[in-house]
């Protein structure tokens, strides 16, 4: 079946303009993640939704970041007023719920952001 | 607060030769814990996972055990190949049952023929 996708795969912006990027998470999937991946921080939790209870946003580095998710599935990431620091592969991932537990997390190809 | 650690690459081996790549770990209560691998040019997967103490997760000839006594969770494999050339993720997952990953900072294999 289809995986997570992710767009757009590359994004070239400059500094001071706001993106939004956007995550289809695999069909019935109940949670839903996002991940940043940069060179010098590795691999980042931003925020992640659980059906319909409220987010968690713990992970999200500045209050220039926000991220929704529409009808319990389609994600998009909004990054406003971009800074150069905010260059990286923005990952997606979503998950299946059973029983209270989350099952294995499965992630999308990455969108690119360059901010020059 | 929850971390993971894992060693520094990055790691150059022979085709044929063993593999170990360490993985230790912090956090509170009983974490499950994963191996994630990223090819060149490709996204996230999972490679295995193990869900409590003394578990062992295998796949494509990895295998990983979840030592509670010493908060380890070290990948092995017997015999590289030059297709096992990638990044090597090892996570546990913050919150117990439902939660974000927390991923070390990754291990890039290259396996030379």
């Known amino acids: 079946g289809a995986g997570v996708s992710q767009s757009p795969s590359n994004k070239v912006t400059e500094k001071g303009k706001d993106v939004e990027l956007r995550c289809d998470p695999i069909?019935?999937?109940?949670?839903l993640y996002w991940y940043r991946q940069s060179l010098g921080q590795g691999l980042e939790f931003l925020i992640y939704?659980?059906?319909?209870?409220?987010?968690?946003k713990s992970g999200l580095p500045s209050d220039r970041f926000s991220a929704e998710r529409t009808g319990g599935s389609v994600s998009t990431l909004t990054i406003q007023r971009t800074q150069q620091e905010d260059s990286a592969v923005y990952l997606c991932?979503?998950?299946?719920?059973?029983?209270?537990?989350?099952?294995?997390?499965?992630f999308g190809p990455g969108t690119r952001l360059l901010v020059l | 607060g929850n971390s993971v650690t894992q060693m520094e690459g990055p790691v150059t081996l022979s085709e044929e030769a063993f593999l170990t790549i360490n993985c230790t770990y912090t956090?509170?209560?009983?974490?499950?814990l994963f191996w994630y691998v990223q090819y060149p040019g490709e996204g996230l997967q999972l490679l295995l996972k193990?869900?409590?103490?003394?578990d062992k997760g295998s796949n494509k000839g990895f295998e990983a055990t979840y030592r509670k006594e010493t908060t380890s969770f070290h990948l092995e494999k017997g015999s590289v190949q030059v297709s096992d050339s990638a990044v090597y993720f090892c996570?546990?997952?913050?919150?117990?049952?439902?939660?974000?990953?927390?991923f070390g900072k990754g291990t890039k294999l290259s396996v030379k023929p």
């Open positions: 991932a979503s998950s299946p719920t059973w029983a209270g537990h989350q099952e294995t997390q499965y």
């Open positions: 069909s019935g999937h109940t949670a």
């Open positions: 939704f659980q059906g319909n209870s409220a987010p968690d």
């Open positions: 956090a509170t209560g009983y974490p499950s």
């Open positions: 193990a869900t409590k103490a003394d």
């Open positions: 996570a546990l997952l913050h919150g117990g049952s439902q939660g974000n990953l927390i």
